[in-house]
């Protein structure tokens, strides 16, 4: 879904370094797949061809934190404060 984004923190030997793989397209997702010691996220089309690729050291990833496109509707209902009613 455009929006859905993940973030990957990494070691890179006395420094930190982030990178971000973004959905930038309508029906485009990002996906996540780990094997051999090598995590490679990937943003893909809706037929699943592979439009951009990251593959990092599975030892030297700090995080790896996944961010979904939130619905506007649904954003705004769990950001926004409530009032609140005295009982007095």
């Known amino acids: ?3 859905d984004r ?3 923190v990494i070691d890179a030997g006395g420094e930190v370094r ?3 793989i973004v959905a930038t397209r309508n029906g485009r997702r990002v996906e996540i797949a780990t ?3 090598v995590v490679t996220v990937t943003e893909v089309t809706r037929s699943g061809t592979p439009v951009r690729t990251a593959r990092f050291m599975a030892s030297r990833i ?3 934190v996944e961010h979904p496109a ?3 509707n649904i954003a705004r ?3 926004e404060p409530r009032p609140i ?3 007095g």
Do not use: H, K, N, P
């Open 35 to 37: 094997g051999r010691g």
């Open 6 to 8: 993940v973030e990957i």
């Open 77 to 79: 209902e769990v950001i």
């Open 18 to 20: 982030t990178y971000e």
């Open 1 to 3: 879904m455009r929006g």
């Open 85 to 87: 009613r005295s009982s």
């Open 70 to 72: 939130a619905d506007q």
């Open 62 to 64: 700090l995080a790896l």
